[in-house]
């Protein structure tokens, strides 16, 4: 026969003996009432910890919206725990745009506007929302500044390490100065 197979079997039937003899002095430890009641409180501290440990967990958060008269109010909010601060602010943003709980105020930008990307780098927020954040409504020519200044503020009040927020819309920085190309000449045109 195969030296190796046999010495399988023998490692395999070894170990079988050790299990049951294993087994049967656990069930005679556990035929002691206080030790089985030991056991029960060890495995119902063991699954509590686990379900804590691995289980979906929400943190409060306060975000700030405005008001009609263009003031900003806190409202506490559950969010679902991450973890990172690229994922955190992440989850804070998309629970700032779905907008305010509270009738009395109003949300920041418009619905189905989304977070697209979010990087965090030494204290610093490179955060990417949707073009839809860009359309402003009727007779309310201040609403995107107010919405930044809205989000800014609830991602700041929600990640106390955060130094400065980089929002863009849609791939673009809302109110930057755009400059011209070499010295105010534009760009020349190549060709014949």
Same mark, same amino acid.
């Given at each position: 026969?195969? /030296?190796?197979?046999?010495?399988?079997?023998?490692?395999?039937?070894?170990?079988?003996?050790?299990?049951?003899?294993?087994?049967?002095?656990?069930?005679?430890?556990?035929?002691? /009432?206080?030790?089985?009641?030991?056991?029960?409180? =060890?495995?119902? @501290?063991?699954?509590?910890?686990?379900?804590?440990?691995?289980?979906?967990? @929400?943190?409060?958060?306060?975000?700030? @919206?405005?008001?009609?008269?263009?003031?900003?109010?806190?409202?506490?909010?559950?969010?679902?725990?991450?973890?990172?601060?690229?994922?955190?602010? %992440?989850?804070?943003?998309?629970?700032?745009?779905? =907008?305010?709980?509270?009738?009395?105020?109003?949300?920041?930008?418009?619905? =189905?506007?989304?977070?697209?990307?979010?990087?965090?780098?030494?204290?610093?927020? @490179?955060?990417?929302?949707?073009?839809?954040?860009?359309?402003?409504?009727? =007779?309310? /020519?201040?609403?995107?500044?107010?919405?930044?200044?809205?989000?800014?503020?609830?991602?700041?009040?929600?990640? /106390?390490?955060?130094?400065?927020?980089?929002?863009?819309?849609? %791939?673009?920085?809302?109110?930057?100065?755009?400059?011209?190309?070499?010295?105010?000449?534009?760009?020349?045109?190549?060709?014949?």
């Amino acid at each position: 026969m195969n /030296p190796l197979l046999d010495r399988l079997r023998r490692y395999l039937r070894i170990a079988g003996e050790a299990l049951a003899v294993a087994w049967k002095l656990t069930l005679r430890w556990l035929a002691i /009432p206080v030790n089985l009641c030991l056991a029960i409180l =060890g495995l119902a @501290f063991v699954v509590s910890l686990s379900s804590w440990t691995f289980g979906e967990s @929400f943190e409060q958060a306060v975000l700030f @919206f405005p008001d009609a008269r263009g003031s900003l109010h806190g409202e506490l909010r559950d969010v679902p725990h991450s973890w990172g601060s690229e994922a955190r602010a %992440g989850m804070i943003a998309s629970e700032f745009l779905l =907008g305010p709980a509270q009738a009395s105020l109003l949300p920041a930008f418009p619905p =189905g506007t989304r977070v697209e990307s979010a990087l965090y780098r030494r204290g610093r927020l @490179f955060l990417d929302i949707s073009a839809t954040a860009a359309l402003v409504p009727a =007779g309310q /020519p201040g609403a995107v500044k107010i919405g930044i200044a809205a989000l800014e503020r609830s991602l700041k009040a929600a990640m /106390p390490g955060l130094k400065r927020l980089s929002l863009t819309i849609g %791939g673009q920085e809302p109110y930057a100065v755009g400059l011209k190309a070499e010295g105010g000449k534009g760009i020349k045109k190549t060709g014949k």
